[in-house]
C-alpha cells in the first residue's frame, strides 16, 4: 500500500487553501491596524501644530490692552499663519464676563483643511483709572 492515498490528495490541497485564506485575512488585518496607526499618526501630528499655533495666538492676545480687548484690532481677529504653516488659519475672539468687568473670555481656534482646533482663556485686565478732579 501506498503513504500517499488517491482520496486524501485532494482534502491536503483544501487543507493548503484554507490556511492560505487564513494568512491572506489575517495579513489584510493587520495592514489595516497599521494603515489606521498611521492615519492617526498624522492626525497627531496636525493636532500638535495646531496647539502650539493656538498657544502662539492667545499669547498675543493675552499682551493686549483692556481696550483692545473689548474690541479686538483686524489684525488679530483673523489670519493665515506664514509658510511653512499657511495650511493654517486662526480665529480669535474676546468678550467681558457677565458682572466681571476686568476678566475677559478669549478663544483661538485653529482651522485647516479637514479640521480644527479651538483653545479658551481667561485674561484678566483691569481697565485705565479715572481719577476724578478735585
Known amino acids: 500500500m501506498s503513504p500517499f492515498n488517491a ?3 485532494g482534502f491536503v490541497l483544501l487543507e493548503a487553501v484554507v490556511a492560505l485564506l487564513v494568512l491572506a485575512l489575517v495579513g489584510s488585518a493587520a495592514l489595516s491596524v ?3 496607526g498611521l492615519r492617526v499618526s498624522g492626525r497627531g501630528a496636525r493636532l500638535l501644530e495646531a496647539r502650539a499655533l493656538a498657544d502662539d495666538r ?3 492676545l493675552r499682551l493686549l490692552s483692556h481696550d483692545d480687548l473689548q474690541d479686538l484690532p483686524d489684525s488679530l481677529e483673523t489670519g493665515r499663519f506664514e509658510p511653512p504653516f499657511d495650511a493654517y488659519h486662526w480665529t480669535a475672539r474676546s468678550g467681558e464676563v457677565r458682572d466681571e468687568p476686568a476678566l475677559f473670555d478669549v478663544a483661538v481656534e485653529i482651522t485647516w483643511d479637514g479640521g480644527a482646533w479651538q483653545l479658551d ?3 484678566y485686565r483691569p481697565g485705565p483709572i479715572v481719577r476724578e478732579a478735585p
Open 34 to 36: 497599521a494603515g489606521g
Open 7 to 9: 482520496d486524501r490528495s
Open 58 to 60: 492667545l499669547a498675543a
Open 121 to 123: 482663556s481667561r485674561v
